[in-house]
């Protein structure tokens, strides 16, 4: 079966696609679209806004027309193939890429479909590596291929090798179904407007907007932060504060249900994590299970106020391309504690061993630390800048002291038999199970305040995740003594014993 250009057509099953394929011809309605959508401001801006100028329809006009010949041109020279080595993607006219990965090097699969996508049945197809080292080494997208195909690639990609089975003339047996680890649950709705997301999105609004305020005849926009600048009122600027608190929490609703509707972790058949998510734009990321090096259990202040969490997985092979390491989006804690047992395959969460505590010098360096630059800043205001200007820092101090506290009671440290945790963080409280034959280095940090408190900060270097988890401000004595025992002779040669 051949394609209308000359070219096979993908095959219906799950085989290395050795012949050179085209992207799916439907792309080149969905790209424009998609481009569309965002070019869809300044488009609208360049049309509506002005005296009606000849050039600003010449303009709207070729802005349309080059989305559309861009796209015709990327998919009439875009070509992949599937090798039993490796994926291959040549692409570009006036400048040809030639990208390949290694069929063993790949990580993760994403597949992505945004609503124009939807529409015409298609998804796009990230391939993962993980590698950072040099342009392109980190894997390679298909946009775009019907979502069947899509499928097909994803088990194909991340499939391993098996032993090859005995001849009988029985009938293969049938896949083995997905296990569900967990899925949505609409009651975890209520931890939306404590996730702050609205504000995320009202910043956005208004970063649009400030572009395009004069274009759209919007001065009264800039006229009113002068005016307000001009004639402070801490009433104002408290009602400013105020609306703008009820207008995030309005919008954090809508858009935990856009990035999580359909929510899914399952454990699939072929030795993968994999995350389903998304209303409008859905998306579908698989992790190899083999990969996987720990958890990070992460609460934000506001969440973890209301008993809640959300899940990451710490593992190798998400590259620098935005591949996301979610396992569990902001939901009740013991739901957390829950997928990272499951996830982990373990009895116990090793997130919720009891931690052993830091030395009170390190209460008085997160004090330091979060006091001083606020008091800093006020005796700044005081000498340069207007007289309303430094009680505001002043207003901060009793909250960022509570925060200095909180993050000192936040800090603590465990070895588990298979894991090395950690915790640390206030705004966003991060509590991370590494396992301990992941770890691959230390890297020890004495800042010359440490050193005065007898403090030290040992960091968990490794492959996944981060790259590296601190322990911070542990007592010297302590950290090192963690470090040796949670990778035994790693780290033993370069310490002394007691009395050299």
Same mark, same amino acid.
């Not at 209520?190 to 956005?204: E, T």
């Not at 997928?339 to 982990?344: E, N, Q």
């Not at 034959?437 to 890297?443: D, E, F, L, P, V």
């Not at 030290?456 to 601190?470: D, L, M, P, S």
């Given at each position: ?137 980190? /894997? $390679? ?5 019907? =979502?069947? +195909?899509?499928? &097909? #690639? !994803? ?122 998510? /998304? $209303? ?5 990321? =698989?992790? +190899?299970?083999? &990969? #996987? !090096? ?207």
């Amino acid at each position: 079966m051949t394609t209308p250009t000359g070219l096979p057509a993908a095959p219906e099953l799950t085989e290395p696609l050795s012949e050179w394929h085209r992207l799916h011809v439907r792309m080149l309605i969905v790209r424009p679209l998609n481009e569309g959508i965002t070019m869809l401001v300044p488009i609208l801006v360049l049309l509506f806004t002005g005296d009606g100028e000849k050039w600003r329809i010449i303009a709207s006009g070729a802005t349309v027309a080059m989305i559309l010949a861009f796209s015709f041109l990327l998919w009439r020279t875009t070509r992949y193939r599937i090798t039993d080595d490796q994926v291959e993607l040549h692409t570009g006219l006036l400048t040809r890429k030639q990208l390949s990965v290694p069929r063993d090097r790949i990580r993760t699969v994403d597949l992505t479909s945004k609503p124009g996508h939807r529409v015409f049945g298609l998804s796009a197809v990230r391939i993962g590596t993980g590698q950072k080292d040099a342009p392109g080494a980190d /894997g $390679l997208t298909l946009d775009a291929v019907t =979502s069947q +195909e899509a499928e &097909r #690639l !994803r088990v194909l990609l991340l499939r391993k090798a098996a032993a090859p089975r005995p001849v009988t003339g029985e009938e293969p047996a049938a896949p083995a179904p997905s296990d569900v680890i967990s899925r949505l649950d609409p009651r975890w709705l209520k931890f939306a407007p404590l996730s702050l997301s609205g504000l995320v999105a009202i910043g956005a609004v208004f970063g649009v907007v400030s572009n395009y305020a004069d274009d759209l005849g919007l001065d009264v926009v800039h006229d009113l932060w002068g005016w307000l600048f001009e004639h402070p009122s801490f009433s104002l600027f408290g009602g400013f504060a105020l609306a703008l608190v009820v207008l995030a929490l309005v919008l954090s609703v809508p858009l935990y249900v856009l990035q999580f509707w359909n929510y899914r972790l399952t454990r699939e058949p072929d030795g993968t994590l994999r995350v389903q998510r /998304g $209303l409008l734009t859905t998306r579908s990321v =698989s992790v +190899e299970e083999q &990969r #996987l !090096r720990g958890v990070d259990i992460q609460e934000p202040l506001l969440v973890r106020a209301g008993r809640g969490a959300k899940a990451v997985a710490v593992t190798t092979g998400l590259g620098s391309k935005g591949e996301s390491n979610l396992l569990l989006p902001p939901a009740p804690l013991s739901v957390a504690h829950q997928v990272a047992r499951d996830v982990l395959r373990v009895e116990d969460d090793p997130t919720t061993r009891t931690l052993r505590k830091h030395p009170f010098a390190a209460l008085r360096r997160s004090l330091v630390r979060h006091v001083v630059p606020w008091v800093v800043l006020a005796a700044g205001l005081a000498i340069w800048a207007p007289s309303w200007a430094w009680p505001i820092p002043l207003l901060v101090l009793p909250f960022s002291a509570l925060v200095g506290w909180d993050n000192y009671r936040s800090l603590g440290n465990a070895l588990d038999p298979r894991y090395l945790v950690t915790r640390n963080g206030s705004l966003v409280r991060s509590t991370v199970a590494l396992q301990r034959t992941g770890i691959i280095g230390w890297r020890i940090e004495r800042s010359f305040f440490q050193r005065r408190s007898g403090l030290v900060t040992i960091g968990a270097t490794t492959a996944a995740g981060a790259g590296i988890y601190r322990v911070t401000d542990v007592g010297e004595s302590d950290g090192l003594a963690l470090a040796d025992e949670a990778v035994p002779d790693l780290l033993r040669p370069f310490l002394l014993r007691e009395g050299e």
